[in-house]
Nanobody, 121 residues
Framework: QVQLVQSGGGLVQPGGSLRLSCAAS????????MGWYRQAPGKQRELVAS???????KYADSVKGRFTISRDNAKNTVYLQMNSLRPEDTAVYYC???????????????WGQGTQVTVSS
């Protein structure tokens, strides 16, 4: 009923930039918080950035000043602009969206398929 499709990512040199996108589609009644997580090999998945429907954005300390999260509510899409990338940013990045469908009374948690970001020279 609901699909999250991620795009962007890839291989970039240290200091470079990438932009990730995540578009939600399907039987969506309302979208609430949107966010990005990442998981590096051998590590737990961690929150990178989040953006509520209204309110302040939140960032992991390790990405503050380098990453920017934004959303386009008309397109049901969340973005992550990543600048000044470092090798330690290498991970699989996942989008996460809290939303209600037309067939549910509850807010549910949906995940994108994940996209690899590799920062290496």
């Amino acid at each position: 009923q609901v699909q999250l499709v991620q795009s962007g990512g890839g291989l970039v040199q240290p200091g470079g930039s990438l932009r990730l996108s995540c578009a939600a589609s399907g039987s969506i009644f309302s979208i609430y918080a949107m966010g990005w997580y990442r998981q590096a090999p051998g590590k737990q998945r961690e929150l990178v950035a989040s953006i509520p429907y209204g309110g302040s954005t939140k960032y992991a300390d390790s990405v503050k000043g380098r990453f920017t999260i934004s959303r386009d509510n008309a397109k049901n899409t969340v973005y992550l602009q990543m600048n000044s990338l470092r090798p330690e940013d290498t991970a699989v990045y996942y989008c996460n969206i809290d939303l209600r469908t037309y067939t549910s009374d509850y807010v549910e948690d949906f995940w994108g398929q994940g996209t690899q970001v590799t920062v290496s020279s």
